[in-house]
């Protein structure tokens, strides 16, 4: 069995990795075309974003992928909880299936929070010791700081800007 889901998690990884790019990518996309559009350099006539934008927004994400993504996976995989093939195929199709619709819907979510979730989900199903909650719990804590830190940098970064211009 555990040979046909190593198989079949190249189908899931690459299912979570379309959402993936399909998700994130979309909202980067989204920003960028706003601010051409409030700077003037597109029109709220046109009908999509410019190809340049497109095409860097997803060439950004694959490569964050391939060069960072790792120590992502390394965590998500073997730190909260023992990933067994047939584990990792249903956390990965799970994930998928939620990014799809998530973004069928225009709802944009983050793809580690989807998958975060649906690794505890598969290591909770075995028992729930399974499940290392102090690593959980540091992921959830980082996704709370961040966005009063991200906040905080935004406001320096504002206030520099009117101190120069």
Known sequence: VDKWFRRLQLVSAGAYS?????????????IIWLLLIATGYASTADASPPTWTI???????????MF???????????????LKPV?????????AMTLFLATAMGIPVSTTHTITGAIVGVGSTQRASAVRWGVAGNIIWAW??????????????????????
């Open 18 to 30: 379309l959402g993936h790019g399909g998700n994130d990518a979309q909202k980067t996309i989204g």
């Open 55 to 65: 095409v860097s927004c997803y060439l950004a994400i694959g490569l964050g992928t």
């Open 68 to 82: 960072g993504g790792w120590r992502i996976v390394k965590t998500m995989g073997q730190k909260i909880t023992k």
């Open 87 to 95: 584990g990792g195929f249903c956390a990965e199709t799970g994930g």
């Open 144 to 165: 709370v700081l961040t966005i009063p830190a991200s906040a905080f940098v935004a406001a320096i970064a504002y206030w520099v800007s009117l101190q120069l211009y």
